[in-house]
């Protein structure tokens, strides 16, 4: 069945930029019924959607984030990948990678999710 | 963006008890509202989408209703296995806001 996969570093200085990929498994990303997306969980805190890309390389982010975020698609490796840039301490979250069934947006299937920490 | 506010946002209830949890959307989002439970340490799982639709594989035990502004969550009778942090998830419109979630817990 479908799987996802997050991989990156889990520690990120403050100012830099955070790069995270989530591999798919099981799967094409180029379905035509799916978003990519990414997701984010503070420690003890609520989730926060960041953004979300079809293997079209169509985006859509968070306003809050918009300014700092990138998300791409690699369908030739079926993997799409997140940048979050001049991090901060607050940026500090579980991430997590996940399939978005289009149209209605529902989030089906999610990778186990991967620990990022902004400190010097 | 659209706000989303889960009742309670904690909650003591038995095995076999009816549990229900309430989640409001700051302005009308028809019936675009989905449930996910999380365990400690793990990634949300999805339970209900598009407010009453139950996940291949969730047990009948979950249900959800509502539209418009006010939804609910359902658990007929709670098992061991439900006790779990439930968050709502509005797919109205970008950005997808989630409720800040609800700790249910074995009383």
């Known amino acids: 069945q479908l799987q996802l996969q997050e991989s990156g570093p889990g520690l990120v200085k403050p100012s830099e930029t955070l790069s995270l990929t989530c591999t798919v498994s099981?799967?094409?990303?180029?379905?035509?019924?799916?978003?990519w997306g990414w997701i984010r969980q503070p420690p003890g805190k609520g989730l926060e959607w960041i953004g979300s890309?079809?293997?079209?390389?169509?985006?859509d982010y968070n306003p809050s984030l918009k300014s700092r975020v990138t998300i791409f698609v690699d369908t030739s490796k079926n993997q799409f990948s997140l940048k979050l840039s001049s991090v901060t301490a607050a940026d500090t979250a579980v991430y997590y990678c996940?399939?978005?069934?289009?149209?209605?947006?529902?989030?089906?299937?999610w990778g186990k999710g991967t620990t990022v920490t902004v400190s010097s | 963006d659209i706000q989303m506010t889960q009742s309670p946002s904690s909650l003591s209830a038995s095995v076999g008890d009816r549990v229900t949890i309430t989640c409001r959307a700051s302005?009308?989002?028809?019936?675009?509202l989905n449930w996910y439970q999380q365990k400690p340490g793990k990634a949300p799982k999805l339970l209900i989408y598009?407010?009453?639709s139950l996940q291949r594989g969730v047990p009948s035990r979950f249900s959800g209703s509502g539209s418009g502004t006010e939804f609910i969550l359902t658990i007929s009778s709670l098992q061991p296995e439900d006790f779990a942090i439930y968050h709502c998830?509005?797919?109205?419109?970008?950005?997808?806001?989630f409720g800040q979630g609800t700790k249910l817990e074995i009383k």
């Open positions: 099981g799967g094409s990303i180029t379905s035509s019924s799916y978003y």
């Open positions: 302005q009308s989002i028809s019936s675009y």
């Open positions: 598009a407010a009453s």
């Open positions: 890309v079809y293997f079209s390389g169509t985006t």
């Open positions: 998830q509005q797919s109205n419109s970008a950005p997808y806001t």
């Open positions: 996940a399939r978005h069934s289009y149209p209605l947006f529902y989030m089906d299937v």
